[in-house]
């Protein structure tokens, strides 16, 4: 119905007035209408003429046109047009769910998940993982061919600093190493301290620090037996226990990607272009970001070793072999990437300008529990996977039927960091993330469940088409008509929150509906149960964009 009224507006400013626009219908107060447009402001200045004028104008020419579906056109305030539709118009946009193929034609690559190998698995992780699926899967289902795929740092002086505070440990001998719960290392329980023990060392120990340094390097060249042992196993097994954290997610990649193989693309990227973006400064090779309003990084270190900035660059220069065609290379990060990423890609836009201009960098919030941060630099982090547990554990206590408490689980951690726009610090409170009462997950996942429970009662069929609505059954139709419009907002500003706060608005607009409208036995029966199922659908479409399950009973 939008597209049947924007194409009108557009004709009539054309037949009328002789000027092309480009009308945005928004969504007023009911009692105003259920559509406005405010294209006869945005024309006064250029016509020279009072807005109100206009807009009559094009109300006037919108009456005339009868188009089949708007049932009242009316100008308002200093030129607004608002538009009413008929009855049986809004059931036919409210009661099907329409695909949004916005994304249509579009080729996308979401970097996400990028966790590091012999280093915790922290809360920004856990984050990031999470709004980068849900946006992944709001590109998908606007028609987007959508690649997900991670960066994993197994190299640099993160790894370094681990490495060496497991060979303190074993003294360098590899055979000592045991991957399960018990043994000499048990590194599935305490791989996540080695970084933590070699980072102090590393800041309080000049002795300890040469030594790590000299551990970075062999990691990058390969010429210590005992370190590349050492350094085999624990990546692996970091990767194995990404894995789990994944798989509890319901999360997958297409391709997995390691600094370790963008070092050698990203040096050679680096030494090309000396001279004409990078120069050489005290025996390092850096890039001027001062001429860009940005601030100097260094891209080779004085040791000679590509940095993370340089394995960037070499990671797109992998991205490009591998995925030739993408229209978007998107990518993931906490705001404290901001800019270093600023000064990545001022760099990258001397080198490939038509890279530069694909890549989106999108940035998430500082996350901290109500029981304090969660991490440091020292290596001093509250883990996800203890997040993770520690929600778990709050939904067994609240959900005792087991058949439904994975279901909760997923929804309880997901839907609190969604709910909250992408960009902003949030807290995470995780008995408030299992509560029935206010904006959760659980909340959203009972509000479906109970739409269910009204379906499986009913003995009436649901009616096909709806001529006409009573005013509770209109209210709520008109709210499921504005899903797709929340679609569309999510999708194009990169934000699922859009998508919580309209499930969470029309649960409770169902419940003021359900609250005065009868369903089973009432004389309307027909009527209402097409519309609690087209609510039901909702949410679960909904959910599922969100990458929550929609559990048919609670």
């Known amino acids: 119905m939008q597209e049947k009224i924007i194409q009108a507006i557009q004709a009539i400013c054309s037949d009328v007035f002789n000027v092309q626009v480009d009308p945005v219908l928004s969504r007023p107060d009911e009692q105003f209408g259920d559509y406005a447009c405010n294209v006869a402001l945005q024309l006064s200045k250029e016509l020279n003429k009072n807005p109100r004028e206009i807009g009559q104008k094009i109300a006037d020419a919108l009456i005339d046109s009868d188009i089949e579906g708007v049932e009242s056109v009316s100008v308002a305030g200093p030129g607004f047009i608002n538009m009413t539709l008929t009855d049986s118009a809004l059931a036919a946009d409210g009661l099907i769910i329409s695909p949004t193929r916005s994304g249509e034609g579009q080729e996308l690559l979401i970097e996400f998940g990028n966790f590091n190998a012999l280093k915790a698995v922290h809360l920004g992780h856990l984050y990031s993982t999470i709004v980068s699926s849900s946006i992944q899967k709001l590109l998908s289902r606007s028609g987007a061919k959508v690649h997900p795929i991670s960066y994993h740092g197994d190299v640099g002086m993160h790894v370094a600093k681990a490495i060496w505070a497991i060979g303190q440990d074993i003294n360098w001998d590899a055979s000592k190493l045991a991957t399960d719960d018990g043994g000499t290392l048990s590194l599935k329980t305490n791989l996540g301290t080695f970084y933590k023990q070699g980072n102090t060392a590393f800041e309080s120990d000049p002795a300890a620090a040469e030594q790590i340094r000299e551990v970075n390097r062999q990691v990058y060249v390969r010429d210590n037996e005992a370190v590349n042992k050492i350094h085999e196993i624990c990546v692996q097994l970091s990767f194995e226990l990404f894995e789990v954290i994944y798989g509890e997610l319901g999360v997958t990649f297409e391709r997995h990607y390691w600094e370790s193989e963008t070092a050698d693309p990203g040096e050679k990227v680096v030494k090309n272009n000396i001279g004409s973006v990078f120069e050489k400064s005290d025996g390092a090779i850096v890039y001027k970001g001062e001429k860009d309003g940005l601030h100097t990084r260094v891209f080779i270190n004085s040791e000679g070793l590509p940095t993370y900035e340089a394995k960037d660059l070499g990671l797109i220069e992998l991205k490009k072999r591998d995925y030739p065609n993408i229209t978007k290379s998107i990518i993931i990060t906490g705001n404290e990437q901001q800019e270093y990423f600023k000064v990545m890609l001022a760099a990258l836009k001397h080198i490939h300008p038509e890279q530069a201009a694909q890549t989106e960098h999108i940035t998430h919030g500082?996350?901290?529990?109500?029981?304090?941060?969660?991490?440091?630099?020292?290596?001093?982090?509250?883990?996800?996977?203890?997040?993770?547990?520690?929600?778990?554990?709050?939904?067994?206590?609240?959900?005792?039927?087991?058949?439904?408490?994975?279901?909760?689980?997923?929804?309880?951690?997901?839907?609190?960091?969604?709910?909250?726009?992408?960009?902003?610090?949030?807290?995470?409170?995780?008995?408030?993330?299992?509560?029935?009462?206010?904006?959760?997950?659980?909340?959203?996942?009972?509000?479906?469940?109970?739409?269910?429970?009204?379906?499986?009662?009913?003995?009436?069929?649901?009616?096909?088409?709806?001529?006409?609505?009573?005013?509770?059954?209109?209210?709520?139709?008109?709210?499921?008509?504005?899903?797709?419009?929340?679609?569309?907002?999510a999708t194009n500003e990169r934000m699922p929150h859009n998508i919580c706060a309209y499930l969470y608005e029309l649960a409770q607009e169902f419940n003021r509906f359900y609250e005065k409208n009868r369903v089973i036995g009432n004389e309307r029966e027909a009527v209402r149960i097409a519309i609690v199922s087209a609510y039901s659908e909702v949410l679960k479409d909904g959910l599922d964009t969100l990458g929550i399950p929609a559990p048919e009973k609670m």
Do not use: W
């Open 366 to 489: 500082f996350l901290s529990l109500t029981t304090g941060k969660m991490s440091s630099r020292t290596g001093n982090v509250f883990g996800a996977q203890s997040l993770m547990d520690a929600t778990r554990v709050e939904v067994n206590k609240n959900f005792p039927n087991s058949d439904v408490q994975h279901n909760v689980y997923i929804a309880a951690l997901k839907y609190t960091f969604l709910k909250s726009r992408i960009g902003g610090d949030i807290v995470f409170d995780v008995a408030e993330s299992v509560s029935l009462d206010g904006n959760s997950g659980p909340y959203i996942q009972y509000a479906y469940a109970r739409a269910r429970s009204i379906l499986r009662k009913c003995e009436a069929a649901p009616v096909s088409s709806i001529d006409a609505l009573e005013a509770g059954e209109r209210t709520l139709v008109r709210k499921l008509s504005q899903y797709e419009d929340a679609l569309d907002k």
